[in-house]
């Protein structure tokens, strides 16, 4: 089975940066899709960048020219360059993933246990 681990969250001031990573373990023949969802309290979950197996990333809105989503193809990993952080950014983000895997290699989708970010000073 494959797993997905976020590291990097923390607290940071409005206006400053921070860079989360997610990294796929296990087997997989290959990941279709990576990125980010974020939940708020209270808030539905929504997306903030997911990147496809062909590099083209969709960006929610509110973080587009804020947030850089990059992708490690060798590690199978996922990093999200978070700059000029708004108290609207305070969430938790969970890395998302498509994956093909097992011996039919059938499409399932993993996600992440979240890691908290917290913008506030």
């Known amino acids: 089975q494959v797993q997905l681990v976020e590291s990097g969250g923390g607290l940071v001031q409005p206006g400053g940066s921070l860079r989360i990573s997610c990294a796929a373990s296990g087997f997989m023949f290959s990941i279709d899709d990576m990125g980010w969802y974020r939940q708020a309290p209270g808030k539905e979950r929504e997306l903030v960048a997911v990147t496809t197996s062909d590099e083209t990333t969709n960006y929610a809105d509110s973080v587009k020219g804020r947030f850089t989503n990059s992708r490690d193809n060798d590690k199978n990993m996922v990093y999200l360059e978070m700059n000029s952080l708004k108290a609207e950014d305070t969430a938790v983000y969970y890395c998302?993933?498509?994956?093909?895997?097992?011996?039919?290699?059938?499409?399932?989708?993993?996600w992440g246990q979240g890691t908290q970010v917290t913008v506030s000073s």
């Open positions: 998302y993933a498509r994956i093909r895997e097992g011996i039919h290699n059938y499409e399932y989708i993993y």
